[in-house]
């Protein structure tokens, strides 16, 4: 594989495993204790990572380093549908959490009006 497909599949990649879990370039260079500027230069094909940096970048993905540079990677599916299901998940609790709030005011405030 010439150079150049490999910056473009390990830039793809990264942008998509970063898409999944929800992440701005910024918070990526956090995970991975690097600039934003680093991230996007990866992201346009201007860098490539040192190998300490693609094992920081694939950790802060939390996937293995060779996921990167996967040409079909079976584990882009599944992380997303576990980011999927942790959404809707979350949706639920802070629906359930919100009800049980107005219930529990709406049983206060019934409980105030015997005084």
Known sequence: MPYDDVRVLLARNMKRYRDI????QMELAH???CSPTMIG???IHKRFPSPGNINK???ALHIHPS???SDDSPAIDRIQMVY???ERLEANIKKAIAELLAETEGSAARVGDRK
């Open 41 to 43: 230069n990866i992201e």
């Open 31 to 33: 995970r991975v204790g």
């Open 67 to 69: 996921e990167l540079f």
């Open 57 to 59: 970048i694939a950790g």
């Open 21 to 24: 879990l929800r992440l701005s």
């Open 84 to 86: 999927e299901v942790r």
